[in-house]
């Protein structure tokens, strides 16, 4: 059965930062262009970061530029997402997602065309 699992997540302080990673059992992330999204409470979930499956490009939401940086590491079948200089703006409960679009160069996640999803890791920023 294929998952996708998320970790890292937790409370941390306004300028801190997290790590998170994802990590998928029963399937390769070889061919999946992969996607973190979030949700704030009351808030709908929201683009955060995407990477092509040839891992050739990302992108990122205007919010997270120049402080998030996401990146994946094929043989050990992980996406991770690097997060500097939060704020509390950035709590959310943190998704990650997969779609298959094999040899992709391009970093495009569109959340209703994504085939597997985590079940999200909470992040809290607080002083």
């Known amino acids: 059965q294929p998952q996708l699992v998320e970790s890292g997540g937790g409370l941390v302080q306004p300028g801190g930062s997290l790590r998170l990673s994802c990590t998928a059992s029963g399937f390769s992330l070889d061919y999946f262009t992969l996607g973190w999204f979030r949700q704030a409470p009351g808030k709908e979930r929201e683009g955060v970061s995407c990477?092509?499956?040839?891992?050739?490009?990302?992108d990122y939401a205007d919010s997270v530029k120049g402080r998030f940086t996401m990146s994946r590491d094929n043989a050990k079948k992980t996406v991770y997402l690097q997060m500097n200089s939060l704020k509390p703006e950035d709590t959310a409960v943190y998704f990650c997602?997969?779609?298959?679009?094999?040899?992709?160069?391009?970093?495009?996640?569109?959340?209703?065309?994504?085939?597997?999803w985590g079940k999200g890791t909470p992040v809290t920023v607080s002083s």
């Open positions: 997602a997969a779609e298959a679009l094999p040899w992709s160069t391009r970093a495009v996640c569109v959340s209703a065309d994504m085939e597997y």
């Open positions: 990477i092509a499956s040839t891992g050739g490009s990302t």
